[in-house]
């Protein structure tokens, strides 16, 4: 299977797919790429309106999409929003986290404040839509997908708090995908390098993107499908280093 140009079918026909952080960059494209071959994709991210133009962009292809405005760092919005998506949407199989934030300075100007904005956002978020679809996924068997970084596989000056969060992320990978092997549940994460995106832009100044959001999301589409459309399911507790 070609991760830039997928096949018409995919297994994920009728199935829902939860995309956080989907309102721009890596998560839009994510959600553009899972609706196009046929999955139901859950719109999560904070800003409305946005999320509107993307449910848009995925309509005007063909495609089915819904949004639900929440922020993934407030645990009882996210289990809101998680009844929300079983009331009015197919089975969840699919949960990609990819919501998140970066801060730069250095390490002795961090605040506390901004320490813990950093964790909420990119490793709690994580964990709290986990924890909500966790039941979904074992009753049926599920993909999760978290969208870590190449801070997360090794250190970068200026990003302590975000290299902390990140590194989070792949070690609950790797936890949670031995804990639910069992259960059928593959869980895998996707560390990109420099990506376009306003958090590049952001994160490290003057970065020369090597990769568009739309190479992550090929990445994240493989991942998602099941075989023989995408990875077998022994492909679980893998980080995926998207970068040379």
Request: net charge neutral; proline share 7%; with cysteine.
């Amino acid at each position: 299977m070609s991760l830039i140009d997928p096949p018409a079918t995919s297994g994920l026909e009728g199935v829902t797919a939860v995309v956080t952080g989907a309102s721009r960059g890596i998560g839009r494209a994510i959600a553009l790429r899972l609706a196009g071959v046929g999955a139901q994709v859950a719109l999560w991210a904070r800003d409305q309106q946005a999320l509107a133009s993307v449910v848009a962009e995925v309509e005007a292809r063909g495609g089915r999409a819904q949004a639900f405005p929440c922020d993934v760092s407030d645990a009882a919005a996210v289990n809101q929003a998680a009844d929300l998506v079983r009331q009015t949407m197919p089975p969840v199989r699919i949960v990609v986290n990819n919501a998140g934030a970066v801060v730069r300075k250095p390490t002795i100007a961090i605040t506390d404040a901004e320490w813990r904005a950093m964790m909420s956002a990119n490793l709690d978020g994580t964990f709290y839509v986990t924890r909500a679809f966790l039941a979904d996924l074992t009753r049926g068997g599920g993909r999760i997908i978290n969208i870590a970084s190449r801070a997360g596989r090794e250190g970068t000056p200026l990003l302590a708090a975000y290299c902390a969060a990140k590194h989070g992320v792949v070690g609950f990978t790797r936890a949670l995908a031995e804990e639910l092997r069992a259960a059928k549940v593959c869980v895998n994460a996707v560390c990109p390098g420099s990506v376009d995106t306003p958090m590049l832009r952001q994160g490290i100044p003057g970065a020369v993107p090597a990769m568009t959001p739309d190479d992550i999301a090929g990445t994240v589409l493989y991942l998602a499908s099941p075989p023989p459309f995408g990875a077998p399911d022994a492909l679980t507790g893998s980080c995926i280093d998207v970068f040379g």
